[in-house]
């Protein structure tokens, strides 16, 4: 048996040997473990990052997987490390909001605090937690062990949550932000579709970005014009702002945090 | 069993998700696959390069492996997505040239439109069909499944070829160009080692890129010069300039696109 | 049976497809091998930081690993290629002293000369051994075939060295240096916490950088006072220079070989 598949995010980036070591600390406790790279390219100690990315892609992954997320700047404080089984999966990492979109999501989510040092690497260093303690639980879970082992459960409601900027909603529309921007210098937005269908999701909504106006399309990146920023929604739901065959962030000289106001009426 | 291995190929880079998120669809339908990265760093949209990687590297795969390409600028449009089965290996990805050199070394190729819908995620994004479509497909290779089942055999003179630019050959030699610089910025032109061997490969030949007039070596990079601008054939076969301990790219101040001139005589 | 798993660390980054290939190599011979990357961000032809993030981070690995190495500024030449068996595990790479500190560690470790040309691959390229002899002797040594196999065992003594810089000790003091900066801007001087010891490891030491003094924090970065340099031991207990939630390279203005001085009194 192989176990279930751990599923590792960070911002730890892949200059690094950080990673690496993570796999191998799992590797030692359970040699046969399978282990994905979710993504480690979460900007540094950006927890409300990593709790979009977590809650947007874990439906992707199998059921029983155990994520390990390690965007921690708290390490080697008296934050908590926490496991959640939620979503019907599992999520190891800080107490610091990584998992507050999940808690969202499913609200039958129960959270134990990790506190059994058995499972833990015999020296604990300060600075790398995600090694010491992180790591070497997911390799346990992934042994099949219970979650009861982890230690106590703690109340939902005492886990800390990311202070992700929401969008404002008002009568005439929505203003919201960019969140994050991809490889292909796609802007992604805060703002969820289903927001947009609230107001009746329409063609004619305007989206402006700076001093442009935009459409919203309906339709993929193959089908706007070219060299063009455009918004449409994309593979998770999300509005985006987009030039075809383009880096819609170099074009508009745009960044994360910058502004979107999307006119409904 | 753990079926064939599925190696991946895009321009998703590793700063997103995306590539994480392939892995999960994977999983989620053959939880024992192995999944290899053969690159996620061809330059965005760039079918030409991909092409190019698919053609120098598939050798180095087991026979069987299923492998996956999504460099897809025309995603969500009517391009159509493949299924080869050529030079002992399988690969799937859009209908836009990614696999023209596959199909030019195989002759005896094969290829199918991928419309079996019910191997596709059961919601269909317009912008990312890698994970919605080819992964599954992927993974039900993987599993088994005949390639019959993946939909209709179609023409391979249909298929799109790439507009890679082949190097021009006159009597006097051949001018081609730079079409990839790696980590180390050595710089990979578009010339194959077989046409200088048409011409007799000889260390006369005199390599001529900007100002620089550069011998061949048959050597390796150790055996070069300190410092000093050198042309050898690389290890995929291609007349590379590298400088040795050094970066090629930044002493000569070359980009992708810039002109080689081979004179044989 | 999978064997022992393969970890692979190279200069090669992760925009090109050699990483990819060296794993596509080994699934070849081992279709059941377990592959790790360590780290492909070894700064080009950097042997001496090769050797670093072997020595600190082998013992994260289960015993029996066999770690390929491909630092490898000398290949095509006459460097010999070699097989260490030292801290219980197996290490494949070019004698250019990437496994100095791995046998410094190991007193009783065996090198071996890699010559068993039956376990190449057919054509030998000038420039890509990590592909055409290190890869496939990884692949079969996890297949379970013996150290014997690999070639004549060699003296120790005659192993290359690396030449990186140890720290200056004096009565006072200890002149070192930056040697690696990570992701987050983390400045990772070649000062072990063994030295600092040796003086007696105090709160009272004074570290130098620039024209900054900063004091030794013996906790965690979450327990650093906010945006100031400060000093720590870090999960590999060397003395680090960083910033909370800060980037230190930035900051300081410092990069790799810049100065550091530790007075103790």
């Known amino acids: ?8 995010t960070t911002d730890f980036g892949l200059s690094d040997e950080y990673v690496g ?72 990492g800080p107490d610091n909001g990584v998992f507050s979109r ?23 260093s300060t600075t790398f937690h995600g090694r010491d303690i992180m790591a070497p639980a997911a390799a346990r879970l992934s042994l099949g062990a219970s979650i009861n082992e982890v230690g106590p459960l703690i109340s939902t409601d005492s886990c800390v949550t990311t202070t992700t900027t929401p969008p404002l909603v008002s009568e005439t529309g929505i203003r919201g932000e960019i969140s994050a921007i991809d ?24 989206i402006r970005i700076k001093s442009q106006l ?16 455009a918004a449409i929604i994309n593979s998770s739901s999300m509005l985006e702002i987009c030039v075809k065959n383009g880096n ?8 994360i945090g910058e502004r979107v106001v999307v006119k409904t009426k």
């Open 248 to 255: 819609a962030a170099a074009i508009l000289e745009v960044g």
């Open 1 to 8: 048996m192989k176990g279930s598949p751990i599923i590792l």
């Open 214 to 229: 935009l459409q919203l399309h309906q339709g993929s990146y193959g089908h706007l014009p070219d060299n063009q920023p």
């Open 21 to 92: 070591v993570l796999k191998g600390v799992i590797l030692s406790i359970n040699p046969h473990a399978t282990i994905i790279d979710l993504s480690h390219g979460i900007p540094p100690q950006a927890t409300g990052r990593a709790a979009e990315v977590l809650c947007k892609n874990y439906r992707y992954f199998p059921a029983g997987s155990i994520h390990v997320c390690v965007v921690d700047p708290g390490v080697g404080t008296e934050r908590r490390i926490v496991v959640v089984r939620g979503c019907n999966q599992f999520f190891i």
């Open 183 to 206: 490889r292909f210098g796609n802007l992604i937005t805060n703002i969820e579709e289903g927001i947009l269908i609230d107001f009746g999701l329409s063609p004619r909504f305007a």
């Open 102 to 124: 999940i808690l969202e999501t499913d609200q039958a989510a129960e959270v134990y605090e990790l506190t059994n040092s058995d499972w833990f690497l015999e020296d604990i």
